[in-house]
């Protein structure tokens, strides 16, 4: 595969703007569903990659999981090890570290891999399914939620509108919502030695969840979301700003099922479970 021309620490910088602690609030119950569909048992051994500040890697140490955290963000690592402290959870811990990367981590360590949106956006995904093979136990298990490039619902939405204020990725960059197609999810396990018949998907919903208005939600992403941060910035460079924040409160008023006042909006992403060999 070629190389990207993107330094890995431009990634990095890019998850570390802002505070993403604040967004995935709205998410903490979506996290807990997705931990509690997977069996979770006291003394497994799970590792969360992406993990951002703990919105699945806390609801599997409190099923007695132990649980290493990663994440390529320094402050997301910090809140993550301060929320875990916060709950005198000492089953869990969380690190810096890149997915495409997990060096100093063993071969078959954990019996339990997953990632909720965050291993999709490292930068060598070859690399990223070569290395979450490696260290999952035999039989043990893979499972990610990724965003499905085309659909419809809202984040999937959100990404294409984006998408149309965004400079172009450089030559060789792969996109990360390439892990939401099956075909090339196979051939990347495939690829990590994965017998095909050991990989199925699934599809499932993820839910935002917000008390506010359209107009006070669309602020806190633009915000504290370090990929929103760079698309607000690219339109205001445009001077296409207000059609931006257009585009995006007619899509929260589209997909807004909430019945009390606030925001839910549901988005569909791709599960893959994978069993190694």
Known sequence: MADVDIAPHQNKASWEKGDFSRIA????????????????????RVLDLGCGDGTTALPAARKGADVLGVDIASNLVAAGNARAKAE???NIRFVEGDAADLTGIPDGGFDLVIS??????????????????????????????NWIPGDRSFVPETIRISLNYLPAPPPGFVSPFTWGI???????FAAAGVK???????????????????????????????????????????????????????LIDTHNHATDGGIELASTYLKVIVTRN
Do not use: C
């Open 116 to 145: 909720t949106f965050g291993a999709m956006f490292a930068l060598r995904p070859l690399d990223v399914a070569k290395e979450m093979v490696r260290v999952t136990r035999p039989a043990g298990r893979i499972v990610m939620a």
């Open 182 to 188: 099956e075909s090339q999810v196979v051939e990347r």
């Open 25 to 44: 609030e709205t998410s903490r119950k979506s996290g807990q569903e997705f931990v509690a569909s997977l069996g979770i048992a006291p003394g497994m």
């Open 88 to 90: 005198q959870l000492h």
């Open 196 to 250: 095909p018949g050991n990989i199925r998907f699934e599809r499932a919903i993820w839910r935002t969840r917000f008390a506010g208005s359209p107009a006070e939600m669309i602020d806190l992403f633009r915000s504290y979301n370090g990929p929103a941060m760079e698309t607000y910035a690219a339109a205001e460079r445009q001077h296409r700003t207000q059609e931006l924040e257009r585009e995006m409160l007619d």
